[in-house]
């Protein structure tokens, strides 16, 4: 399977705990992003890296979140002291560099439930 | 604030019928619309995307219609079949050709 994988599938945690997500984008795609989407709603924008550079960050990301990419290839996603409100669906989604905007394919997501 | 506005929340259509969903947004300086389709317990996938140099895109049974001066676009989706049955998002570029903000989705379901 070439698609991008995201590991654990799920993840049920206590308030408080710290928890991290894995990425691993389409092996030759250079830029990666993490989103977050809550039932009902579309994905919200976290943040994206191109190769080992984090570019953009939501200006809504609270400094609890803190995402890593270290060799350009696969993402490490770290949420502190989580919270209840913290409760999602992370995606993970990747696209190569092109013009302009280029597609974004995505993963099947990380859900978290924060008890 | 809501920067993207997506239309309706959910649809019923026959099969065979015309399923159209709609989207506006407020301000991009950026030039990339998409829409994506989401099945439960899936990551969104592409479905098809247009560029505002031209009015209207079509792929297959799917078409985006844009409207560039009403900061609208929709897409219509011909001879629905229960298949077609999904969550569908648009999005824009707001903040930059990277940062997507994404509608809050339609809920459509095809009846056989």
């Known amino acids: 399977d070439t698609g991008v994988s995201q590991d654990p599938r799920h993840k049920i945690t206590k308030r408080g705990q710290n928890v991290t997500f894995r990425c691993d984008p389409i092996?030759?795609?250079?830029?990666l992003y993490w989103y977050r989407q809550t039932l009902g709603q579309g994905p919200e924008f976290l943040t994206y890296?191109?190769?080992?550079?984090?570019?953009?960050k939501s200006r809504l990301l609270s400094d609890r979140f803190s995402a890593e990419r270290p060799k350009g290839s696969f993402s490490t996603l770290e949420i502190q002291r989580t919270e209840q409100g913290d409760s999602a669906m992370y995606l993970c989604a990747s696209s190569t560099t092109g013009g302009g905007t280029d597609t974004q394919y995505f993963g099947p997501g990380t859900r978290l439930t924060v008890l | 604030q809501q920067q993207v506005k997506q239309s309706p929340q959910s649809l019923i259509v026959q099969k065979g019928g015309i399923s159209i969903i709609n989207c506006a947004y407020e301000?991009?300086?950026?030039?990339?619309f998409p829409w994506y389709q989401q099945f439960p317990g899936k990551g969104p996938a592409l479905l098809i995307a247009i560029r505002p140099d031209v009015s209207e895109k079509k792929e297959g049974r799917f078409t985006i219609s844009f409207n560039k001066s009403a900061k609208q676009f929709s897409l219509h989706i011909m001879d629905s079949q229960p298949g077609d049955s999904a969550t569908y998002f648009c999005?824009?570029?707001?903040?930059?050709?990277?940062?997507?903000?994404w509608g809050a989705g339609t809920k459509l379901i095809i009846k056989p």
């Open positions: 999005a824009a570029p707001v903040y930059s050709n990277y940062q997507l903000i």
């Open positions: 890296f191109q190769n080992e550079a984090q570019l953009e």
């Open positions: 092996s030759e795609h250079n830029r």
């Open positions: 301000n991009t300086a950026f030039d990339y």
